[in-house]
């Protein structure tokens, strides 16, 4: 009888002959670049520091290709971007103290949009640690701490040994469903010191698969079938799963409305005859989604943004597949399947029976009907117009990152299929620096990033990472002269708003100092200027002077 543990892979003659005769000249930042490249890592994002120099010096005896941005924070969002847009975990090497810290934000933000990051971070020497107080530049009483609310795992290196292993568990838990951002600590003596070690090279670090219950989904497929008004919901998690096709399959068997969160735009056709496309913040749509009977909730935890600001109040049933455990009936109680988003829609695929109602796709249109009416009351054609220039001027297979400004919360609603911004964590300067993430994963396609005039002040210096690297990035840059959304959240509430007016910077000639050609241009224009600059090739930013409004929230 053979037992998994008796089954040794033996090295083929090579590798006995490679690792009794190691190159020389290798340090413990080899081990960690040389792990990264046998996990299959071809792209790292970072910023150096002392501390780290170790890893970045071996990156000069690597293949794999280094992104390097102008603050850590904004390496971070370059990495979630880039996670998001592959599915491969992001490699993103940081230093101690200060400039680990500064990619909190980012990594929160990664944490709440389940991107997969792996921070690599270094640390004070060896000695140092243990909270002694010993007076290292950049020294923190306990670094990890400082993570480990944010991140989903924590795996410190204390030898070179370690440093493969670290790594491969790392990696495979930033790609364990759900995903997220990871954090790896290397003292800085263990990544400088010679290394006897052989190569890494292959390393096994597959994730694991989330599978559900099947007395869970045998539950869920027999609510379904025998329901009189089921209704989706298909959240972020879909989309991170891969899985519109399985979930478009099960909507048409079942013709059940699909409602898409802002985390799942793109998780559903939005011109399909059952799209209730992503108007969550209307009350027409809460109406809806409380009437259903059977309500299916995918990969969303029915958090503030996507229950219209906690006022949906569910009448039916509600199953709730979901990946992240904490997530799971933590706003309503539920049958709560724990499983990734595309292997539980597969398992009910496979024993749900085919339902018709002629009724549904008229009920989506009248959905539909009523959110335009009130829309149309509110005088904001301007703003619909402007969103709809933005989406006639970007190619279909371009991809957009959108900051938290008037214009992106526009988008959350009204624009047609896929997107990514920060509402998550709903962090400033995500856009730009993300769209450069995005770039990089594939420079043969231009990338639209979209930020307002305090959002964009934030992310200035990476105008210099575009032109370095020569990336297909244009920057549309919203300018009203102030924290547009605070503005009119203040001005509600207080009737009057403090503290959210700007002076800025001319952008034009900010960006052409860069050397990033740059335009200002007006609503009437800007489908013909952001076309433009978006198919020339490297960077570019359009500057829209212009004051948005929002549309009148349902939720009060």
Known sequence: MTHDHDLVLRPTPRQVEAALDPPPGRIGGDLVVETLRGLGATTVFGLPGQHALGMFDALRRSSMTYVGLRM???????????GRVTGEAAPLLLSTGPGALMSLAALQEAA???????????????????????????????????FRDVVKS???????????????????????????PVYVEIPQDVLLAETA???????????????????????????????????????????????????????????????????????????????????????HTTDFLEDADVLLVVGSGLGELSSNYHTFRPRGRVIQIEADLGKLESNHPALGIHADARI???ALLESVGERTDPAAAEAVRGVLARVR??????????????LEQVRAALPADAPSFWDMTILAYWAWSAWPGAMHSAQGA???????????????????????????????????????????????????????????????????????ATATELDGPDFVALAESFGVPAVRTSPEA????????????????????????MFAPTHR
């Open 526 to 549: 800007l489908r013909d200027d952001l076309a433009a600059a978006l198919a020339a090739p490297g960077p570019s930013v359009v500057v829209l002077p212009a004051v948005l409004r």
């Open 373 to 386: 009416e009130r829309l149309a009351g509110q005088g904001l054609q301007a703003e619909r117009r402007i």
């Open 426 to 496: 709903g962090g400033l300067g995500y856009a730009f620096p993300a769209a450069i993430g995005a770039a990089a994963a594939d420079p043969t396609r231009p990338v639209l990033a979209v930020s307002g005039d305090g959002g964009a002040m934030y992310s200035i210096a990476e105008l210099a990472t575009a032109r370095q690297y020569g990336l297909p990035v244009t920057w549309l840059i919203v300018d009203d002269g102030g924290y547009g959304i605070l503005r009119e959240y203040m001005t509600d509430a207080f009737g009057t």
């Open 154 to 180: 924590v795996h410190p290196v204390r030898a070179q040994s370690q440093i493969p292993s670290a790594l491969a568990a790392a990696w495979e838990s930033a790609l364990t469903a759900p995903h997220g």
């Open 72 to 82: 850590e924070n904004n390496a971070a969002f370059a990495a979630d971007a880039y």
């Open 344 to 346: 539980a829609l597969s």
């Open 197 to 283: 070690l052989p190569v890494v090279t292959a390393v096994d670090a597959t994730p694991h698969d989330l599978v559900p219950r099947p007395e869970l989904t045998a539950l869920a497929a027999h609510l379904l079938e025998n329901a009189a008004r089921p209704v989706i919901v298909a959240g972020g998690g879909v989309v991170r799963a891969d899985a519109a096709g399985k979930l478009r399959a099960l909507a048409e068997r079942l013709d059940a409305p699909v409602v898409t969160t802002f985390g799942g735009k793109g998780a559903f056709p939005w011109e399909h005859p059952l799209s209730l496309q992503s108007w969550m913040e209307d009350r």
């Open 112 to 146: 709440a949009a389940s991107a997969p990051v792996l921070a690599v971070c270094a640390q004070v020497p060896t000695a140092g640690l243990g909270g002694g107080r010993h007076g290292h530049l950049h020294e923190l009483r306990d670094q990890q701490a400082a």
